[in-house]
């Protein structure tokens, strides 16, 4: 791992704390440890640096829930971190990452989720291919041990309040081919 990383990632999760569903502030320890625990130390999850051609890091994107056996994973921790980077870059590296996914990995199925209210972010997916599926609501919870306010999916039959929901997408191969993408690797 890259030494400054678990400090830039934390920079950029503070500055951008919808992100994912906990609130709270990040620090490089917590950041090293999201990394090691919940990135490196599974099999089901890859994350990738975007950078420029000198290697400066602009953001981050991956996969994560691979499922082996039914080819398919979700987009996941889409972040432009440096919010002067090139203009277009996370199109193309979202571009890259279902190109690589299908092409190397033969994904058969690519998912995501969004907050359903974050209407840029499901603006940017329909552009890549993506369709509504469904939503799912969620309920707002507080660890008080980590010192954090997260949302988690509701479970069946939950009736308590639903301040957010998720709304599920995934990359429609006709409209993929109707909006006539091109990926490069």
Known sequence: ?????????????????????????????RTEKWLDELVIDRDDRLLFMVTSL??????????????????????D???????????????FASQTLIA?????VRMKEITLSVYSDNESAIKFYEKLG???????????????????????VAPEGYDGPVEKKYLYMKLDKEKE?????????
């Not at 921790?77 to 199109?91: E, F, Q």
């Not at 690589?100 to 190397?104: A, Y």
């Not at 919870?141 to 949302?151: D, G, L, Q, S, W």
């Open 1 to 29: 791992m890259m030494p400054y990383l678990g400090e830039l990632l934390s920079v950029w999760r503070n500055e951008n704390p919808t992100i994912s569903t906990g609130t709270f502030v990040a620090s490089k320890e």
């Open 130 to 152: 993506f369709i509504k599926t469904h939503e799912v609501p969620l309920m707002k919870i507080f660890i008080e041990e980590k010192n954090e306010e997260k949302y988690e």
């Open 77 to 91: 921790s889409v972040l432009k971190g440096v919010k002067d980077a090139p203009k277009g870059i996370m199109n």
């Open 177 to 185: 081919k109707k909006n006539e993408l091109s990926y490069t690797l």
């Open 100 to 104: 690589w996914g299908q092409e190397v």
């Open 54 to 75: 000198e290697s400066e890091p602009y953001g981050h994107i991956g996969f994560s829930n691979f499922d082996y056996s039914e080819l398919s994973g979700e987009i």
